[in-house]
């Protein structure tokens, strides 16, 4: 990956590049974001950067031996770590738990705006408390020891140090205080508060903002050519920077929303408690940016209810059949009430984002939708 291929972010690609050019670049930068911002790309960008043998002025060539097996992430001279769990083929294959879990990295890294669940289930691993381990800091030192083999550097992509274990942080601590001259560390955090201080203090930190409106609008359109202006429009306002949430609102088409929301909405109305469990269970089994995908739907039909309601002009945010359920939606609850489930799905999405427990907290937020709805 290149700097060319995020969109965006001039700024910060010209100073990144300008420090590698100029060799003022330092051996442990720590890029930091929310999920669904660039981290993970700007790491393999100056990763490539700094291992390319013909850069150019802002950026790496791309065409080079170097930029080549980067781009299959097979150079000798990068190294990833990352969470992992038991990686159930290493002993059969004979090989520790990181070199079975490189091929399904390379694969899992075609999309590197994920996070840590969706990690998890690439890898397989239900449990989904993945750390990185002593071993693989030790692995690190080791693969560290020796010279470059192919140009002037060694480089390591740690992403998400949030998850090193305290010994394993601990046990990297003395390689990040003094590395080696020609050794360079990229760390990639989604929650840099939850890094361990000595970790953190040891790093050249750099924030990554969420896309902009207008650079999300370009990212959407060159992933998306058949999608309508108007949908990418709509996609980026409600994703609000996180470019792997627009790419799950870019791709559902409405209705694979709609039936689930009407039967969830119909539950609570009629006291069924059941289905209100099932639709709670679905839910929690679901990715974190599908629970939020889903959420953004809701929100948007109660606001379409709302201006349904008050006889306003839905500007197209939904489609004939949604505005009939809006339009009797609209008759049964009050203003108020359609206010306050507003609130409810608004706070719903708020502790999701704090972890919150997805099948609890959508039972909890069902519950409530009830009781508004049957306000006197």
């Known amino acids: 990956m290149k700097f060319s291929d995020i969109i965006g972010y001039q700024p910060i690609k010209q100073k990144l590049s300008r420090l590698v050019i100029e060799k003022r670049a330092p051996q442990v930068q720590l890029f930091s974001g929310e999920e669904g911002s660039p981290i993970l790309p700007f790491a393999l960008a100056w990763a490539t950067l700094l291992l390319c043998k013909n850069k150019k002025e802002e950026d790496a060539c791309g065409v080079c031996t170097s930029c080549q097996k980067i781009e299959k992430y097979l150079h000798p001279d990068l190294y990833f770590l990352f969470p992992i769990g038991n990686v159930t083929k290493a002993k059969a294959l004979k090989k520790s738990p990181v070199a079975a879990a490189l091929p399904l990295w390379r694969s899992f890294l075609k999309n590197p705006y994920q996070g840590l669940q969706a990690w998890a289930s690439h890898l397989d691993n239900q449990a989904k408390q993945l750390t990185i381990t002593t071993a693989q800091i030790e692995e690190t030192i080791e693969f560290l020891r020796t010279h470059p083999l192919e140009g002037d550097y060694k480089v390591v992509v740690l992403w998400l140090p949030e998850h090193m274990s305290i010994p394993a942080a601990n046990k990297l601590l003395k390689t990040l205080e003094e590395p080696s001259s020609h050794v360079f560390f990229i760390l990639a955090s989604h929650k840099v508060d939850d890094i361990l201080a000595t970790v953190s203090s040891r790093t050249s930190p750099l924030t990554i903002p969420p896309f902009s409106d207008g650079d999300m ?12 202006p108007e949908k990418v429009q709509q996609v980026t306002r409600m994703a609000r920077g ?55 739907y809701a929100l948007r039909l109660m606001r379409a209810t709302l201006m349904a309601q008050q006889g306003a002009e839905q500007e197209g945010l939904a489609l004939t059949p949604h505005e009939t359920f809006c339009q009797k939606l609209g008759h049964t609850l009050s203003f108020q009430q359609i206010e306050a ?15 919150a427990h997805a099948k609890v907290l959508f039972l909890a937020t069902s519950l409530a939708v009830e009781g508004i709805m049957h306000q006197g």
């Open 341 to 355: 489930i507003v609130n409810q799905l608004e706070t719903m999405s708020f502790k999701l984002s704090r972890n």
């Open 217 to 228: 609008v370009k990212a959407l359109q060159k992933k998306y050519p058949a999608t309508s």
């Open 242 to 296: 996180n470019f792997l949430l627009a790419c799950e609102l870019a791709t559902q088409e409405d209705d694979r929303f709609f039936q689930p929301f009407a039967a969830w909405m119909r539950s609570a109305y009629a006291h069924q408690y059941e289905p209100m469990v099932e639709m709670a269970d679905t839910f929690s089994k679901s990715t974190p940016v599908q629970q939020k995908a889903w959420i953004l």
